[in-house]
């Protein structure tokens, strides 16, 4: 079973930047789609990006022009680079990855991002 472990996150001031890492047990390659996820209190998880095995990226409008995701081979690390940080974007932020064949769906443990004003 694949599991996936968040780190990176932290308090920043409005306007900040922040990097958020997803380390796979498995290699991303043989993950169909990987994204981040983010839950503010009192609020549904929404979805923030995605990319695929294929390279494309897709973002929320929400976040669209601020947040990045990139992979890193070598570390076989997926990263959400998030900048011009505002308080709304405060929330708990999950990876998560699906495989198509067999169709499963893994989560991480979560990691906290607090956007001071």
């Known amino acids: 079973q694949v599991q996936l472990v968040e780190s990176g996150g932290g308090l920043v001031q409005a306007g900040g930047s922040l990097r958020l890492s997803c380390v796979p047990s498995v290699r991303y390659f043989s993950l169909d789609v990987m994204g981040w996820y983010r839950q503010a209190p009192g609020k549904q998880r929404e979805l923030v990006g995605i990319?695929?095995?294929?390279?494309?990226?897709s973002y929320a409008d929400s976040v669209k022009g601020r947040f990045t995701i990139s992979r890193d081979a070598a570390k076989n690390t997926v990263y959400l680079q998030m900048n011009s940080l505002k308080p709304e974007d405060t929330a708990v932020y999950y990876c998560?990855?699906?495989?198509?064949?067999?169709?499963?769906?893994?989560w991480g443990q979560g990691t906290q991002v607090t956007v001071s004003s």
């Open positions: 998560n990855a699906i495989t198509l064949s067999p169709r499963l769906e893994y």
């Open positions: 990319t695929t095995s294929a390279g494309t990226t």
